[in-house]
């Protein structure tokens, strides 16, 4: 409010609000009562803290001290405290692959390899929160668990899924379209179904005890057990959770550290065959990296050769062991890519010549010629055998082939290949290798490859394939170098390869190559030990082949590895003098000249030169984890263990470095680590941080000083951190995490001197034997070894400073404390025994530097970039610094230490520092580095989140309030605060994921404002009674504002529902975006509490949900803010029409809303809403309002907290709130009701069908970025990484996680991949809406009697039952369960039975809506609802008698209820009505109570009676499809309820519905004006003022048919009658509403004159009112009419419809037979448009030969017509006027308003035909008058009147050439001028083509004198015609003149000339008068007379 304006003003002033609010306990806004100002003595002593700033935190331990909870057991205990086994510390031993460990066993170790050793055998140290999952960022809500914990559902049935078996029911529908359709005036009744069918029907099941008198008690006890039985637990189960991205709080358990693999291969050599086989061939297998020029595995030799073949080297070879027998191997290939080989070398036994000499035998035989060649063959093999005994042992090179592996692995999965058997052999050409096998694919796929990168090459899925190997080819003596095969292997790929030409060695080898299995058997890793599960060791093994990478691999060694691989790669003595024959080279390796020095390892290639040349040449591959292989790692390990060892000098290489040197080098090699290679520093990752941290711990003692090089470390650490964090992008998790850093800290990392008995050699201290802080030869401490700190580190007993006592006893204490009862983790200090330096004891555990303590002095103290390194990086510190901190309470068996006493405050002010300074980077820098600052700040709410379990929780809440003070003194001062305030929101919900969230909040503590410091006595006592007791002595609005002490005692949820409040408030600025994360904050921790486990229990969740109860306050105050989804089914039968101002006086709030809102402290601007969602439209809303989805979330965690509260708790405050707030409470249940309203399973059919991710999704995301709730920076970062896998924009259809829960306005929305759901899911997820919908609204039906109740209780607060009555209603009329609704009409039995005058009263309106409801559902087709409102139904009619012994009121109700029912509703079936009638009858008779009144004769009156309107529906149903016939109808019906004027005005009103639905406005607004003059007649009866209207008479202006509605006949009844127009249409206002639609519809009909008239009774209604605004709307409104009426004069704009004649003849068409219509159809229809309309709709009815349309108009001669088909004439027809009436008719709409007289023409000859010559042609006028004006209330109406009028053809020539003529003057005088209209008239008049036409018309009857005197008049007309029209076309040629231009000059000219040759033929015909009319002789009269005898007339009738 004020203040928090105030901050966007950047000023702060002290308001009226301000004081305000100061007085009423400071909840900003809040519906704070004034009555409550007695709290004010409360909280005197507490200032008030604005929502802004945070309020000081209660004392979390202090507190749980001095309130002990009375309760010592039981669920509630639990609450109070965090569970003992909160933190465990597991010692978990890690796994080893193989079956004996690789670990060398000498005792006597280099210590580094001691250390390596150790580094990968000790177990994993976890600390474990065991209750971790528990917490919010592992919301079951937002995973997969979310459909477990919706198993068993009950099914919720609904009517709008249960189809009413359509089969039968359309049968008889059609049976009766086929009936007759009369609509005759039989009296009702004769057609319908008799009284007897009804009698003899079945009712449905009655209620059983309903007729009883059972006292209220009694029944809400019973309905509310009723309806807390079988309830759904858990309600954000149904509820899917909010859209989000991975919350923010969920940090995921990293991988356990483990040795690295590539993607593996198994690779099976299953045969090998020569076309001869005379001597052993060996193989060897390895792969190679083209593109990197690199061997990228060690060799797998495999042995394929007969027994035979093995036999002739016998004498070499010594027995082969098994691990060399193996003939599969596994492959892995870290970076696989198009360019890796598998390159297969052949050897055979060495022999003399060359090789191309050796291998020609195998080129030239073929098998298939082995005993041709036998001979030739033996020679061979005898050959061989002399090779082998002589030479045995050594091999030359044979031949060799290679297979692109990616070839294999991407056609092994394509359609090609249709058997696993690949064969690679070709005919045509010589060489081949796999790829050949299909290029096209293979060139197309490398294509993809190269540009998708190497994640398509992708080895672990596709079909096992095996290759047969023809063609090998054979070496060549010179190019034996890898250097010549890489050139080869290129070769190889291109498509004319070199190769191809070459001869091959045909051969057949035959592998298979598949995808590694997971864990496969008999496997031997490089170093040939036996992985697990070797079941055999008899078994042929599977050898796994060591990679060497062909680029770095960035994994932490976890396992010993010390291989040295030695390849002799060539020997050339080519160049030397002399012979040099049979040189072998030995190479050998030596344990150097110092036995105490292993030989280092050689880096590869070594050379032995001679004379300068290089002869020899040797490849030497270590793949060792205890060589670093890099110098500066080399020397910093080497420096730290000559320290350990304290062995000087220390040898490194060629250097030696003295002892007093020794700290410089050590701080240099320490800082040099930055420049060593990231390989090894990430394989060495472990031992490397291990050791600086324990520089940390333990500054060396070197010469005598103990060197600080904490600092060193610190920094050193802080760098490798961040290069590694630079370097390895993608490992980093969605909080920057890398994976390799965190899973350090999680398994491996460990105090430095704690360890349990490992089972590493040695003492279990990190360095081996502690040489650390102690001089060599003296017990004593150094008085140095704290340099930083003069203060004693012990904190167990300041006497001792830091001295040990005894060794044994330390031991002895140690493990006395500790027992041996924590599994594996018995404490190893170093006892006697263990220190090899003598009796010197390794320091105790208390004297050493604690790590977290030192970590913490380092950070707060550095500065520069070594901070800003830090800063980047600050989870991994914090995760240490928490990690340090568990294992030192563990080890000091503090774990169940009081909080207080666990850290020293030392320490503690560290923290504090760091996080306030942290907390400041934070403020100054989020504009700048705005990535950083979210990691910062997440990192920072982590590291709080983690002090909340181990460290004093009053501190940390201390912490997060400066924090919060940093951030809101920032937000003062900013433009924009919305970046801020998100981070401040992501800080707050990591901080609130705590698992023990709940207990941190105090839960069952009172709100007594914690300032004595000691309990007192009373105090104490009230907190052992129960719940109840303590609401009484606490101000329960304490509980429901965010008052200063609820925001001290439940801290967290304070902090969580301010931010809610602030964010949420119209007036904050800039934070529109943070909308959906503050509320997705609120519904993720509700949800969270909602399924765990540990608040299963009511009682408890009562605790939990009150520390949300201020939630129902905040969101009250959103009201006007908050969706409308009540907007969408304003169709639903909710009064529309009621005025605004009918509102407030219906609220029945005494003072104004203004005044009121103004008390209560609100801003006036939110009455744009005044509590009603009907009024949206006409009040303008100011604020933004939320998101559908937003206002959802909000929604349902009000329902549970609704749900889940304290009943009795909910009562008190209700009773506190003002009817005002109630009102609001009751708006917003209402708003529920429409929010979470079944959608119905055709919805999700058809949701399912769109496309599911909607745009609006979209939207709110945009308008996210834009508004800065996400930085859109760290968006695009993180997308960049491709860490958003679920970014906005990533994929339209959903992430990589398989399944989630999503949902938009249109629920839910199942994110996989596929669009269309499987039917099951579209029934699951219309399961949960039905169960959701259900639930819900039981919550809001529980609510509200908890409303009812407080009513009962306080009695002054009645006037909300009308809202809680309209709560009632909407559920009812929105689609329910049929569990609901049964208990919705129990609910509404005991609200009618409890306040009966409430309907029967005041609220009539709603009396009359609860009828149309109960209607409705009593028609339901589910037989229990259909019970339950029968029941209801009969029990309100029941009421209403006993009140006033006569039930007119509802009786008028319920029949006026069931005629809109019937008018209104497409869907509604009679036969279920039908039975809910029997029930009443049946409910009638069986009341006893009432058997000897009137009362059952009264039901049974009614119930007859609504069966009588029923039947008409049965009728109306079968003119659905005929809306003329519907409209007759209704029409009929309504002109029966003439005596019942409120029926007949819902008849009146379900027609003007009608007309509006098919866009007849002007018919609609006829009805409404029928209504109001209806009104206006009982009216005037029943009130004498004088500026009504005087009943119909006034609205004649309007309509003349209106006085159809004149009360006069003496039937009429008197309106004062109980129950007779008492509808709320027969008031003043509703008079009004009936105007002011009618008028609304005229205007939308264009027939804006009669709007005016509209207005002319309404203006003076309004002027008696002196409604100044009402006048100056409807000024407004004419003043647009008249503006209308003025543009559109023509009339061309405004077509007011077309008429036609419709005649009907034939039996067919039952009473219709030759009845005659006129039918106003749309304008500007075509004949043949009406006629295909009827043709088509009785054909459809008759079929479709029976109907014929006539198509002439002459008279239907109905003995011609054939008698079993139905016939249908239709004639255009004109409104027709006498001359006199077209005075008045002077306009367009006059023209066209109030007709009721129609003409059509139809030509003839005497002789039959229809036209003639001009002298024989007749034409005969058919004039009808039709029963009422049109427009009239319906769009046919009877014909009662037609006359014809016959024109002679001299009169019909006449009539021609006068329209000519009208036709030129009209064009002549067309204002603006229309020059090619006129040319055209022109044209037509005296073109030549035409002048036939007027001049022909000339010669006939004017070229001579008529010999019949009689004709002499009509003669002389026509002469003078033709006077006119040469006038005319002179006019008509001189105005065309002035238009043209001159390129029509000479068409001008054509015209004249035509028109003067037309004048001169005329000339003489014009000027030939008849002398006999220009005698004065004869009396004028008596020519008229026979003129008027002589057109023969005849009248019709």
């Not at 990197?292 to 002739?312: P, R, T």
């Not at 680029?551 to 060694?557: C, E, H, I, Q």
């Not at 006449?1854 to 329209?1859: A, L, P, R, T, V």
Request: proline residues 5%; aromatic residues 8%; contains cysteine.
């Amino acid at each position: 409010m004020a203040e928090r304006r105030a901050f966007a003003q950047k000023i702060s002033r002290t308001v009226a609000a301000e004081v305000r609010k100061q007085i009423s306990g400071q909840y900003s806004g809040s519906p704070q009562l004034l009555k409550n100002l007695n709290i004010v003595g409360n909280i005197s002593h507490h200032t008030t803290v604005p929502l802004t700033e945070a309020v000081d935190p209660v004392d979390l331990e202090d507190y749980l001290i001095t309130h002990p909870l009375a309760v010592d057991s039981g669920p509630l205990r639990d609450l109070i405290e965090f569970p003992p086994d909160d933190i465990e510390v597991v010692y978990s031993p890690r796994d080893c692959r193989t079956l004996v460990s690789a670990v060398p066993e000498e005792s006597e170790m280099d210590p580094h390899v001691r250390d390596c050793i150790r580094s990968y055998t000790e177990d994993w140290a976890i600390v474990i929160r065991k209750y971790h999952k528990l917490g919010t960022g592992f919301n079951p809500n937002t995973l997969d668990k979310q459909k477990e914990r919706q198993k068993g559902l009950p099914k919720q049935v609904f009517e709008s899924d249960e189809a009413p078996d359509g089969n039968n029911y359309q049968d008889d529908q059609d049976d009766l379209k086929r009936r007759s359709m009369s609509i005759d005036d039989t009296p009702r009744g004769s057609w319908a179904c008799s009284i007897f069918d009804l009698k003899n029907s079945l009712p449905d099941a009655l209620l059983p005890n309903l007729l009883d008198r059972t006292p209220n008690e009694e029944i809400d006890r019973q309905n509310d057990d009723q309806r807390k039985s079988n309830r759904h637990k858990e309600l954000f189960a149904l509820h899917p959770s909010p859209d989000e991205e991975e919350p923010i709080e969920r940090l995921s358990v990293p991988d356990v550290p483990k040795e690295h693999f590539g993607q593996r291969l198994l690779v099976k050599c299953l045969s090998l065959k020569f076309e001869i086989e005379i001597e052993p061939i060996f193989a060897s297998l390895a792969l190679y990296d083209v593109k990197e020029k690199k061997k990228i595995s060690e060799n797998f030799y495999f042995d394929l050769n007969s027994e035979q073949m093995k036999g002739l080297l016998r004498p070499h070879v010594p027995p082969a062991a098994i691990t060399t027998l193996a003939r599969s191997a596994i492959f892995s290939i870290t970076y696989p890519s198009q360019d890796v080989f598998l390159v297969i070398k052949l050897e055979k036994v060495l022999q003399q010549g060359d090789i191309g000499e050796c291998a020609e035998p195998y080129m030239i035989f073929k098998e298939a010629d082995a005993t041709k060649n036998k001979e030739k063959l033996e020679k061979l093999k005898s050959q061989a055998d002399q090779f082998c005994q002589r030479l045995g042992k050594y091999r030359m090179p044979f031949a060799w082939t290679a297979i692109h592996l990616m070839n294999i692995v991407s056609s092994a999965g394509s359609l090609e290949r249709d058997s696993t058997e690949v064969e690679i052999s070709t005919g045509e050409r010589k060489g081949s290798w796999s790829e050949r096998r299909n290029s096209s694919i293979v060139g197309r796929r490398s294509l993809e490859r190269t540009t998708s990168g190497d994640d398509a090459c992708n080895l672990t899925s596709f079909r096992p394939a095996t290759l047969t190997v023809t063609n090998f080819f054979k070496q060549e003596g010179d190019r034996l170098s890898d250097e010549d095969l890489y050139k080869f292997l290129a070769d190889m790929r291109r498509p004319s390869s070199v190769l191809r030409r070459l001869r091959p060695i045909t051969a057949q080898l035959k592998i298979d190559i598949s995808p590694a299995p997971e864990n496969p058997h008999y496997c031997l890793t490089p170093e040939l030990l036996q992985v697990k599960l070797y079941p055999d060791s008899r078994v042929r093994p599977t050898r796994e082949i060591l990679e060497f990478p062909a680029r770095d691999v960035y994994v932490p060694n976890t396992t010993y590895r010390n291989l040295l691989y030695i390849y002799p790669q060539s020997l050339n003595f080519a160049n030397r003098q002399g012979s040099a024959r049979n040189i072998t080279v030995k190479v050998q390796f030596m344990y150097g000249e110092d036995p105490s020095n292993a030989m280092p390892v050689p880096l590869p290639g070594m050379k032995w030169v001679d004379n300068h040349k290089g002869v020899f040449n040797v490849e030497v591959v270590a793949a060792s984890s205890v060589h670093t292989q890099d110098p500066y790692l080399d020397k910093f390990f080497a420096l730290v263990n000559a320290l350990d060892e304290h062995m000087f000098p220390v040898r490194i290489g060629d250097m030696r470095i003295m002892e007093n040197n020794l700290e410089n080098e050590l701080k240099n090699s320490i800082s040099a680590l930055n420049t060593s290679q990231l390989e090894p520093v990430v394989r060495f990752l472990h031992l490397l941080l291990d050791k600086l941290i324990l520089l940390v711990v333990r500054p060396p003692v070197i010469a005598g000083q103990i060197v600080n090089l904490g600092q060193a470390s610190f920094e050193a650490m802080a760098s490798i951190i961040n290069r590694l964090h630079k370097n390895l992008e993608g490992n980093h998790d969605q909080h920057g995490r890398n994976s390799l850093l965190a899973s350090y800290i999680y398994y491996v990392f460990r105090l430095p001197n704690t360890y349990p008995n490992s089972s590493s050699p040695g003492p279990g201290g990190l360095g081996g034997s502690v040489h650390y802080a102690t001089m060599a030869r003296s017990a004593v401490r150094p008085a140095s070894l704290n340099l930083n700190r003069s203060r004693s580190l012990s904190n167990s007993n300041p006497d001792i400073s830091g001295t040990p006592t005894s060794p044994d006893d330390e031991v002895r204490s140690i493990i006395g404390s500790k027992g041996l009862d924590r599994s594996n983790s018995w404490v190893n200090t170093g006892g006697p025994k263990a220190a090899p330096w003598g009796s010197n004891p390794s320091p105790s555990a208390e004297s050493t530097q604690l790590f977290h303590e030192e970590l913490a002095l380092q950070w707060v103290v550095c500065s520069g970039s070594v901070r800003e390194s830090a800063l980047q990086q600050a989870w991994f510190f914090f995760e240490l610094m928490v990690k340090s901190m568990v294992h030192h309470l563990y080890f000091n068996d503090k774990l169940d230490a009081p909080r207080k006493s666990r850290f020293p405050e030392r320490f503690m002010d560290d923290i504090a520092a760091l996080v306030s300074t942290i907390a400041s980077d934070i403020v100054s820098r989020f504009q700048k580095d705005t990535e950083m600052v979210e990691r910062l700040n997440t990192s920072l709410a982590f590291f709080l989140n983690d002090l909340l379990s181990v460290m004093d929780r009053g501190f940390v809440f201390s912490l997060i309030k400066s924090c919060y003070k940093q951030v809101s003194s920032k937000l003062y001062s900013l433009p924009n605060p919305s970046v801020l305030v998100s981070l401040r929101l992501d800080f707050l919900r990591i901080i609130c994921s705590h698992e023990h969230y709940v207990t941190l909040n105090l839960p069952c503590s009172l709100l007594t404002p914690p300032a004595s410091p000691s309990p007192s006595v009373s105090s104490a006592t009230s907190q052992s009674s129960g719940f109840s007791t303590n609401v009484q002595d606490q101000k329960i609005a304490n509980m429901f504002e965010l008052s200063v002490p609820f925001r001290q005692q439940h801290y967290l949820a304070g902090l969580v529902l301010t931010e809610l409040a602030v964010i949420l408030d119209p007036d904050a600025e800039g934070l529109f975006g943070l909308h959906k994360k503050v509320i997705n904050m609120v519904h993720n921790l509700l949800s969270s509490h909602d399924s765990d486990p540990r608040y299963s229990d009511p009682q408890i969740k009562a605790r939990v949900a009150m520390l949300y109860l201020p939630l129902i306050g905040i969101i009250m105050e959103t009201v006007p803010q908050l969706y409308d989804f009540t907007e969408t089914h304003n169709q639903r039968g909710r009064p529309i029409c009621i005025a605004p101002d009918d509102y407030e006086s219906e609220s029945g709030s005494m003072i104004s809303q203004t005044v009121a809102m103004a008390i209560a402290g609100t801003s006036v601007p939110q009455l744009t809403r005044p509590g009603s969602f009907l009024l949206t439209s006409t009040s303008g809303r100011q604020h933004t309002t939320f998101s559908a989805e937003s206002s959802r979330s909000l929604l349902i965690c009000l329902l549970w907290v609704l749900k889940n509260a304290d009943e009795t708790v909910l009562q008190k405050w209700f009773t506190d709130l003002s009817v005002l707030q109630l009102n609001r409470l009751l708006d917003l249940l209402y708003l529920c009701v429409s929010c979470f309203e079944y959608k119905g399973k055709k919805v999700f059919e058809r949701m399912n069908s769109l496309t599911f991710k909607k745009s609006k999704d979209m939207r709110a995301k945009l308008e996210e970025a834009i508004l800065g709730s996400i930085g859109a920076r760290q968006e695009m970062v993180r997308r960049s990484r491709g860490q958003l896998e679920r970014s906005p924009s990533g994929s339209a259809f959903g992430s990589q996680e398989n399944l989630r829960w999503r949902k938009d306005m249109t629920h839910w929305r199942q994110n996989t991949e596929k669009l269309d759901k499987s039917r099951a899911e579209i029934e699951h997820e219309a399961l949960i809406d039905g169960n959701l919908a259900t639930e819900a609204n039981l919550i809001i039906l529980d609510t509200l009697e908890i409303v009812v109740q407080t009513v009962s209780v306080t009695e002054s607060k009645e006037s909300i039952l009308g809202g809680v009555l309209k709560v009632l209603l909407h559920s009812m009329a929105c689609n329910q369960s049929a569990v609901y609704l049964q208990h919705c009409f129990a609910t509404q039995r005991a609200l009618v039975s409890k306040f009966p005058e409430l309907l029967f009263e005041e609220e009539t309106e709603q009396c009359a809506d609860l009828c149309l409801r109960l209607l409705r559902h009593c028609s339901s087709s589910i037989s229990t609802i259909r019970s339950h409102a029968s029941a209801s139904l009969y029990l309100l009619m029941r009421q209403n008698f006993e009140i006033g012994n006569n039930f007119a009121r509802v009786k008028m109700q319920v029949t006026m209820s069931l005629s809109s029912l019937v008018g209104t509703s497409q869907n509604f079936n009679e036969e279920f009505l039908r039975r809910s009638l029997k029930t009443i009858l049946t409910y009638a008779e069986e009341d006893l109570e009432l058997r000897e009144t009137t009362f059952p004769d009264q039901v049974q009156d009614l119930v007859f009676n609504l069966h009588m309107i029923l039947s008409d529906t049965v009728k109306m149903k079968e003119h659905q499809e005929d809306p003329e016939m519907l409209i007759d109808l209704m029409y009929r019906i309504a002109k029966g309820y003439q005596t019942s004027p409120d029926l007949r005005l819902t008849w009146l009103q379900n027609m003007a519905g009608k007309h509006s639905e098919r866009s007849n406005h002007a018919e609609a607004a006829q009805c409404l004006v029928h209504s109001a003059a209806l009104v206006a007649e009982y009216l005037s009866m029943l009130e004498d003022r004088k500026y009504l209207p005087v009943g119909c008479v006034t609205f004649q202006n309007i309509s003349s048919n209106v006085l159809e509605e004149s009360a006069v006949s003496d039937d009429v009844v008197s309106p004062d009658e109980e129950g007779i127009c008492s509808g709320k249409y027969f008031t003043e206002s509703g008079l009004v509403g009936l105007l002011e639609q009618a008028a609304a519809s005229f205007s939308m009909a264009g027939m804006y004159e009669a709007v005016n008239e509209v207005y002319k009774v309404l203006i003076p209604v309004h002027e008696a009112n002196r409604d100044a605004k009402k006048l100056s709307t409807i000024h407004g409104k004419l003043q647009e009419a008249f503006s209308k009426i003025v543009h559109q004069s023509t009339g061309w704009e405004r077509m007011f419809g077309t008429y036609f004649r419709v005649g009907f003849y034939g039996t067919k068409f039952g009473d219709l037979d030759e009845q005659e219509f006129v039918y106003k159809e749309p304008a500007i229809t075509k004949l043949a448009e009406i006629s295909h309309r009827l043709e088509g709709f009785y054909g459809e009815r008759f079929g479709e030969d029976v109907v014929e349309v006539i198509k002439d108009s002459n008279p239907v001669d109905k003995c011609k017509l054939d008698p079993n088909k139905a016939y249908i004439q239709i004639t255009y027809v004109e409104p027709y006027f006498d001359t006199y009436e077209m005075k008045d008719r002077i306009t367009y709409f006059d023209k066209n308003y109030n007709l009721r007289r129609f003409m059509y023409c139809t030509p003839f000859t005497l002789d039959g035909r229809a036209h003639g010559e001009l002298h024989e042609q007749f034409k005969r006028k058919t004039i009808l008058t039709t029963s009422h004006a049109f427009p009239y209330i319906k769009t046919r109406v009877n014909v009662t009147h037609k006359e014809e009028i016959i024109l002679t053809p001299i009169e019909v020539a006449i009539e021609d050439m006068q329209k000519k003529t009208q036709e030129l003057a009209f064009a002549t005088h067309q204002d603006p001028a229309d020059p090619k209209m006129l040319q055209m008239v022109l044209q037509g008049s005296v073109g030549t083509t035409v002048n036939q036409g007027p001049l022909e018309v000339a010669q006939v009857f004017l070229s001579e004198i008529p010999s019949d005197p009689k004709l002499f008049r009509h003669h002389n007309k026509l002469r003078l015609c033709f006077k006119d029209f040469t006038k005319r076309c002179e006019d008509a040629l001189r105005k065309n003149k002035s238009l043209i231009g001159p390129d029509q000059k000479e068409y001008q000219r054509e015209l004249e000339r035509n028109y003067h040759r037309l004048k001169e033929a005329l000339q003489p015909l014009i000027n030939r008068k008849i002398p006999q009319l220009y005698k004065a002789l004869l009396p004028v009269t008596c020519h008229r007379d026979s003129f008027s005898r002589m057109s023969l007339r005849k009248m019709d009738l």
